[in-house]
């Protein structure tokens, strides 16, 4: 009964270079959800995908992030020209995304993103 | 959109003591869960509590939702209580499912 799985656990790159963050969510759940926790913050919403749709992308940047959630495979977030301001624990959540106040959502245990 | 305050941001105990944390939020709310963020960085759900009481071990956590607050109970802490405390909500309005996160009660724990 594997929870959320993210990989890899730990990423280094260098400014200007690609990050690609994956997502498998729990067996049966189909709504995904990724958020960003800066050095000393709480954790910020980016993104909520289900399967194959972007559902609301409010607290993604315009620039350089995108995600995707395809109908096969982990959920992917994608941060192009990565700059020292993007190193952060990135968490991904995933649900059943029932209705009336029952949707728990389970978080995975992060990447932790380290630009130099 | 909807706000969450924490209090208290900071919290010393010595081990065997009990202590409440509280989460106020600002609206409506259909969704309400406490996390534990342990040293490690690992975020553990402890409660889905929108409403009502829900007790597991040494914790438990009471939402008061007409009242727009949330308290979380820890007794004979134990120094792997450690860690911050989240607390967050979805909003009843607005329509999407995110999670708004308080910015948490760092809590230690000391032998």
């Known amino acids: 009964n594997a929870g959320v799985m993210q990989n890899p656990r730990h990423l280094v790159r260098r400014r200007g270079q690609e990050a690609r963050l994956r997502c498998s969510p729990m067996k049966g759940h189909s709504h995904v959800y990724w958020y960003r926790q800066l050095p000393e913050e709480g954790l910020k919403f980016m993104v909520y995908l289900q399967k194959e749709n972007i559902i609301d992308e409010s607290g993604m940047p315009k620039e350089r992030f995108s995600a995707e959630f395809p109908k096969e495979g982990p959920s992917i977030l994608r941060i192009q020209q990565v700059v020292r301001g993007d190193s952060a624990a990135y968490f991904c959540?995933?649900?059943?995304?029932?209705?009336?106040?029952?949707?728990?959502?389970?978080f995975g245990p992060g990447t932790r993103l380290t630009v130099l | 959109g909807i706000q969450v305050e924490q209090s208290p941001p900071d919290l010393i105990l010595q081990e065997g003591a009990n202590s409440t944390l509280r989460c106020n939020f600002s609206d409506s709310v259909n969704n309400l869960q406490w996390f534990h963020q342990n040293p490690w960085g690992q975020l553990i759900n402890l409660f889905y509590?929108?409403?009502g009481t829900k007790q597991n071990g040494r914790l438990s956590a009471t939402t008061v939702a007409t009242e727009r607050y949330s308290l979380l109970y820890i007794s004979s802490s134990q120094t792997t209580d450690s860690g911050v405390y989240f607390c967050a909500v979805e909003g009843e309005k607005g329509g999407s499912e995110k999670l708004v996160f308080g910015k948490g009660t760092k809590l230690t724990v000391n032998p």
């Open positions: 959540a995933s649900s059943l995304g029932l209705a009336g106040g029952r949707n728990t959502q389970y």
């Open positions: 509590i929108p409403s």
